[in-house]
């Protein structure tokens, strides 16, 4: 192999933020989920060594918006969060996340809602939002560790046939675009799109 398809195949590391929001399990009451389930389907669905910053915070504003940009400054290319995004009075996380916007990314809730009306209709009661700032994509996700893996993995039939995208489909060829690391992913979980024009070799298995 020469120099040249060398570097198109490397596999760059990449450093990931996840957040969990919670009163609750950010003071001990309960044991918080929302890390463990990022970091799992994450792993599962990345062939890319990743780099995890994990913060596990309560709800209030302003310390949800200075974790986000904490993160970002720390070079993290991609920041989840999960939890706060109802419409109850404690719920600030998308509030949080717009603060600190550069750019909205309004498709990624949209679709998280399609997903979730599949299985209950207060799915409209949900309110995650995605943005960037600088060259990181911030997402939203809900509380709750299958509703996560479904918004990113979207629904398959019984057969493994994809139903509904899930939002990660589009979240490579996103940060593509803002100057990110080039992120290869497990089709068995979750097959990224790009335009023919962006896609790179793919890893040998």
Request: hydrophobic residues 40%; contains cysteine; charged residues 20%.
């Amino acid at each position: 192999m020469n120099t040249t398809q060398s570097a198109q195949t490397s596999i760059e590391r990449i450093r990931i933020g996840i957040v969990s929001v919670s009163d609750r399990a950010s003071s001990g009451v309960y044991v918080d989920q929302g890390l463990p389930a990022l970091q799992d389907w994450l792993s599962r669905a990345l062939r890319n060594p990743i780099e995890f910053e994990s913060r596990l915070i309560p709800d209030e504003q302003a310390t949800i918006s200075a974790a986000l940009i904490d993160l970002v400054a720390a070079g993290c290319a991609l920041v989840l969060t999960t939890g706060g995004t109802g419409p109850a009075k404690r719920d600030v996380t998308p509030e949080a996340t717009l603060a600190v916007a550069h750019k909205e990314m309004p498709g990624f809730g949209e679709q998280m809602r399609q997903i979730s009306l599949k299985f209950v209709p207060t799915a409209i009661l949900s309110r995650q939002v995605a943005v960037i700032r600088d060259q990181t994509l911030i997402i939203n996700l809900p509380g709750q560790p299958k509703s996560i893996r479904e918004t990113l993995e979207g629904l398959r039939d019984a057969e493994g046939r994809s139903l509904v995208p899930g939002i990660f489909a589009a979240v490579p060829y996103c940060i593509d675009l803002i100057g990110g690391p080039y992120m290869y992913t497990d089709a068995s979980v979750c097959d990224a799109f790009r335009p023919k024009a962006a896609q790179r070799p793919a890893l040998a298995d």
